[in-house]
């Protein structure tokens, strides 16, 4: 076929005129997509954390203090402050270990070993965040059961009433505190939920590559 | 991770990176997929990297890396540009060197092999390399029997392209 030949011929003229890629353009090909995910899975916890600490900072006031300090929970309002910003500095240092981690990964098996990792990390992170709002959750409600007038009002009413009626505040009680929690459930899920769905799928493909290798 | 090991691969793909531009180009219709495609082979090739073993020479093996991914992942994830700029595809062609009928006859070519299936056009790139059946049965893994009737197909193809 002459049109071929001719074509042939033609074929390397082109070289001339291909475009042509920098060194530095494939490495930033090379540790681009991988560690995209993860970069922003720390990003998206680092303005969390600021969103918070914001939001806290500019809620309160003397007066909440004041009311916390009525509560009988000052001290332990302040430790467990302490330990929730320790825990928050640790896991967004891991999350900043897991993106350097997987931005220098070469080989597939230990891409795809970083991207449980990662998965690991992520779930805990909100594992612990839900706690953390039970723990504190539980430690207003119990707080204001024994120290807020209003509460104690309640209780008052229910024992002379007797045991039934008792129940129907406290179950109202954990039932805004399933709701609470669902709630913040459902912000991590939406959150974090995008962006480890993607992380699967690319753990998918590389099994697929890893099998047909 | 080696460090070395990525300095030598980019180094490598930065001197052989003409034969992806020349997949891209015949995979792709217009600038932005063509850069996309070149990413795409990019990444697949580093991640097969630790896989190759230095026996075959580093331009072989990129032949068959380059094209599965053309063939396979890029497939899957990108849908095909109906519009085809073949003045793109169509290389300049300094105008001195060739009469118009050759032009002519050189830009019904190229629009004929970009009609052809994903395969077919792996086979013809291949073709067009120069590559000998040995090598082009070895890259797309078929035998070379094999390579040979389905290269006269796919002439038999292209002059049925051309004709109608």
Known sequence: MDELELLKKDWKRQEENLPRVNIKDIYKMIHHKSSSLTKWILVIAIIEFVFWTILSIATSSKDSWDEIRALHIYELNIVLTVLHYSVLAFFIYWFYKNYMLISTTDSTKQLMNNILRVRKTVNYYVIYNLAMIFVVLVMVITASAFYDPKFQHVFENKTDKGDLIAWGPILGLFAFMLVILLLFWLFYKLLYGILLRRLRRNYKELNKLELRN | ?164
Not at chain 2, 58 to 84: C, D, G, H, P, Q
Not at chain 2, 94 to 103: G, K, L, Q, R, V
Not at chain 2, 139 to 150: C, D, F, M, P, Q
């Open chain 2, 1 to 164: 991770m080696d460090p070395k090991l990525e300095e030598k691969f980019v180094e490598e793909l930065e001197k052989n990176q003409n034969i992806v531009h020349k997949i891209c180009r015949l995979y792709t219709n217009d600038q932005d997929s063509h850069n996309d495609l070149f990413q795409e082979i990019t990444i697949q090739l580093w991640k097969a990297y630790p896989n190759f073993r230095g026996d075959a020479k580093f331009s072989t093996w990129m032949y068959r890396v380059a094209l599965n991914t053309a063939i396979t992942l890029y497939r899957k994830s990108k849908k095909r540009i109906k519009t085809e700029d073949y003045d793109r595809v169509m290389f300049k062609i300094a105008s001195e060197d060739y009469d118009n009928t050759i032009e002519e006859q050189l830009k019904l070519m190229y629009a004929a092999v970009k009609q052809l299936n994903d395969i077919d056009k792996a086979l013809v790139f291949l073709y067009l390399e120069d590559k000998p059946y040995s090598e082009i049965s070895e890259t797309l893994g078929i035998s070379e029997v094999n390579a040979r009737v389905k290269m006269n197909r796919v002439k038999g193809k292209l002059k049925q392209l051309l004709n109608s």
